[in-house]
T-cell receptor
Framework: QQQVKQSPQSLIVQKGGISIINCAYE??????FPWYQQFPGKGPALLIA?????SEKKEGRFTISFNKSAKQFSLHIMDSQPGDSATYFC?????FGTGTSLTVIP | DGGITQSPKYLFRKEGQNVTLSCEQN?????MYWYRQDPGQGLRLIYY???????QKGDIAEGYSVSREKKESFPLTVTSAQKNPTAFYLC???????????FGSGTRLTVV
């Protein structure tokens, strides 16, 4: 059973637009929900994370929205830039989603 | 600078050989992890360790072995029992599983 399910698999956004990636988790004992950004040939890097005691966290252009009752969380990238083009992974302790390939068109 | 060092970056293995991937961290993290990344499948946990001399199997441990003799080091051996070892291998560390991971730059293993 997949512990963390991520969608969409790929996403194309115009420069300046909003990118939204969604994630659903299974285990209600999970207490930490990070997002990672990965460029080709590199290891993932922690982008932003949230704990279940808050519903939203914002860091610059990146926001996590968290819905504990629905067991879902999402990443919003505001004012998307070509440099944001990468693969994004949601995660919970030990488990990762399958990734979203984001392409931002100039 | 603190970080995780994985070596080698590229590794070629013949069928039937064991190979060992190196992972060293100087972040003073207690927990270390090995993940395998295949296209379209995300990152799958092979092994993790939360303390020296102790480690636990992840979802895909068959055909792999690890050791944790020092806090800084967590080498992964890919044995000949692993049927499909060609993949990108990532090592990570963190204060604990419910904290952010710091990843190494990965080792790409190819069976020839």
């Amino acid at each position: 059973q997949q512990q963390v399910k991520q969608s969409p698999q790929s996403l194309i956004v115009q420069k300046g637009g909003i990118s939204i990636i969604n994630c659903a988790y299974e285990n209600t004992a999970f207490d930490y929900f990070p997002w990672y950004q990965q460029f080709p040939g590199k290891g993932p890097a922690l982008l932003i994370a949230i704990r279940p005691d808050v519903s939203e966290k914002k860091e610059g252009r990146f926001t996590i929205s968290f819905n504990k009752s629905a067991k879902q969380f999402s990443l919003h990238i505001m004012d998307s830039q070509p440099g944001d083009s990468a693969t994004y992974f949601c995660a919970a302790p030990f488990y990762f989603g399958t990734g979203t390939s984001l392409t931002v068109i100039p | 600078d603190g970080g995780i060092t994985q070596s080698p970056k590229y590794l070629f293995r013949k069928e039937g050989q064991n190979v060992t991937l190196s992972c060293e961290q100087n972040l003073n993290h207690d927990a270390m992890y090995w993940y395998r990344q295949d296209p379209g499948q995300g990152l799958r946990l092979i092994y993790y360790s939360q303390i020296v001399n102790d480690f636990q199997k992840g979802d895909i441990a068959e055909g792999y072995s690890v050791s944790r003799e020092k806090k800084e080091s967590f080498p992964l051996t890919v044995t000949s029992a692993q049927k499909n070892p060609t993949a990108f291998y990532l090592c990570a560390s963190s204060l604990a599983p419910n904290y952010g991971y710091t990843f190494g730059s990965g080792t790409r293993l190819t069976v020839v």
